[in-house]
């Protein structure tokens, strides 16, 4: 029996809060450094990812913005980013996705994903009624500053690094799903293949070499700017300086930093 396996075998008899206090859990909350630790290129297989050269990740702090009325449904991020990231391309699986919303002029909301059509959604209604808009939304994970997610895992597999990007270490996680399952925007899955959690990552192993979200180098009409919310003169700054900007489920108090602009406030 190898140590996931172990592990694993103990989450069965142990609640999520109960086995915290059992094992050790050298990780936790806001990673040591990320930076500091081995690394995988990319996707599922993700651990904890190592700068190079002089880069120093509590000089940054990472965040998305999406301009809503840019999107054109077009999905060439969410391809870019399966092939980036080894997620399956079986349509259950995403790290992010486009969904669909419709607002009849009676004030009835439809949403579907564009990418797989029983993701948690209704159907989108086809009937006859007058729309009165409709637009897409791009969906991923949040990178939220407060990351239920973290706060759940009793082994310390998931954790936030110092530049503010939420990751899974794929040697360390045993495959529980409480992350899965405590994670309020659906961002999370469990890859088929190793078993362990998987969602986005803003690419983080292209990201500390300079280098943009395959998402966002892909999209034809910059509906998603990547940027440095240390950084005065970053794009993301920027759109959040002249725009009205909205998160998803800020009640929840998770911290998001994926930023809309031009949210409907039906979207959430
Ligand atoms: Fe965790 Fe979900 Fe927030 Fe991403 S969106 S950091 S997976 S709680
Ligand atoms: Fe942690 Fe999620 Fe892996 Fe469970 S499935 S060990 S909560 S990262």
Not at 23 to 42: N, Q
Not at 63 to 69: N, Y
Request: glycine fraction near 8%.
């Amino acid at each position: 029996m190898n140590k996931r396996q172990f592990l694993k075998g103990l989450i069965l008899f142990f609640p999520a809060g109960g086995l915290t206090g059992v094992l050790a859990s050298p990780v936790r909350g806001k990673e040591t450094s990320g930076a500091d630790k081995g690394t995988e290129a990319s996707g599922a297989k993700t651990t904890q990812p190592q700068s190079t050269g002089a880069y120093d990740p509590e000089r940054h702090n990472y965040g998305m913005g999406i301009e809503i009325d840019k999107c054109i449904g077009c999905s060439r991020c969410v391809e870019a980013c399966k092939a980036e990231n080894n997620v399956p391309q079986e349509p259950f699986f995403f790290r992010t996705w486009i969904e669909r919303y419709v607002i009849t002029k009676d004030r009835e909301v439809t949403v579907e994903s564009i990418n797989v059509k029983s993701r948690g959604t209704r159907e989108l209604a086809q009937d006859d009624r007058e729309i009165l808009r409709s637009f897409f939304v791009p969906k991923l994970c949040n990178q939220c500053a407060h990351p239920p997610c973290v706060q759940v895992c009793p082994v310390g597999a998931t954790f936030s690094t110092k530049d503010g990007v939420v990751l899974v270490d794929a040697n360390r996680c045993i495959g529980c799903r409480y992350c899965v399952q405590a994670c309020p925007y659906a961002a999370r899955y469990l890859h088929p293949e190793t078993k362990t959690a998987d969602k986005c990552t803003f690419c983080y192993h292209r990201v500390v070499k300079g280098l943009l979200p395959a998402c966002v180098e892909v999209c034809p009409t910059q509906a998603r700017v990547f940027g440095d919310l240390k950084s005065k003169a970053s794009r993301l700054v920027r759109l959040m300086r002249m725009n009205k900007i909205h998160v998803l489920k800020p009640s929840l108090n998770t911290d998001p930093k994926v930023y809309y602009a031009q949210l409907d406030g039906e979207v959430r």
